[in-house]
């Protein structure tokens, strides 16, 4: 058992990820993006945040092609849990792991601050260890965090309660119903803009990611 | 044989950018000015000399990587 973060060139959270890891007592790997297979005993993958291939072209696009993102769509086909943080929210999307697409922010801004953010569903593995329209408080650090679906995608969404974490008060990037992180329809993938992994300690000013990496971890 | 693919937002799909452009040349005294949109141009050099095939294997190449289809809309233009 173990847990794989996978690191593509420009990534720069991954050290992040595997120090809350480390905080929780759980075993975790970096796995470089042109390795072919997922190591074996993988129990989850982790798509830490950063500008993977320099965001060129779109962000995500590139290392969604990589051998390592192979290994993980047959991975997540077989019901693997994965989850994609920030940029590794980008990638799930660009690979179609999930649905939609994230657009520049709205107000053309990179925002990079402390994001309250409402619980909506805690009807999956990831979010297991909350209350529903608990209230949490985690830093959100993105350019293209603006999340878009059509509206016969978002039906879908909501009808398989797939929308997990929004933003509350003002949206920081004009996503769509202020969307934060959505999953797959079979909860086993998810992707959200916020970083858990920046909120681990009280030194750090929140310690409300810890109990998601925690469910999902152990 | 040149393909000029230029890859813009669908319409409908709101545009920041575009809207910050077309309020700058406001701001800056153009009038007039209906719609801005911002798109990137990328230019491919093929080998390939028959239209068709060119045409084929282009469109193969916007719907794998070169646009989201979610988002975005694609035109490709051959140039001889």
């Known amino acids: ?218 | 044989m040149t393909a000029k693919i230029t890859v813009s937002l669908k319409p409908g799909v709101l545009d920041p950018q575009a809207k910050a452009i077309g309020h700058a040349l406001e701001v800056l005294g153009f009038e007039g000015i209906q719609e801005t949109v911002v798109g990137k141009i990328i230019t491919l050099k093929l080998a390939e000399s028959d239209a068709a095939k060119a045409k084929e294997s282009v469109t193969q190449m916007c719907e794998t990587l070169l646009a989201n289809t979610v988002i975005e809309n694609y035109q490709i233009e051959l140039l001889p």
């Open chain 1, 1 to 218: 058992m173990s847990i794989a973060v996978l690191r593509f060139p420009g990534t720069n959270c991954e050290f992040d990820m595997l120090h809350s890891f480390k905080l929780l007592g759980v075993e975790s790997h970096l796995v470089w993006h042109q390795e072919k297979e997922l190591p074996k005993g993988t129990h989850l993958v982790v798509i830490p945040g950063g500008f993977s291939y320099g965001d060129y072209l779109r962000s995500g696009a590139i290392a969604r092609f990589s051998p390592i993102m192979q290994a993980v769509i047959r991975y997540a086909k077989e019901g693997g849990k994965v989850l994609g943080i920030c940029n590794g929210f980008q990638i799930l999307v660009e690979s179609g792991l999930l649905p939609g697409a994230l657009r520049r922010n709205e107000n053309l801004h990179f925002v990079s601050k402390f994001q309250k953010l409402a619980v909506v569903s805690n009807n999956n593995p990831f979010l297991r260890e909350y209350a529903v329209s608990e209230t949490l408080n985690i830093p959100i650090a993105h350019a293209d965090g603006n999340y878009f679906i059509d509206a016969k995608g978002l039906e879908e969404l909501k009808e398989n309660d797939q929308i997990l974490l929004t933003y509350q008060g003002e949206n920081p990037n004009g996503s769509i119903e202020s969307i934060a992180g959505v999953c797959n329809k079979e909860k086993s993938v998810f992707g959200l803009m916020p970083h858990p992994e920046r909120a681990m300690e009280p030194l750090l000013g929140s310690v409300d990611g810890a109990r998601m990496l925690r469910g999902l971890a152990c």
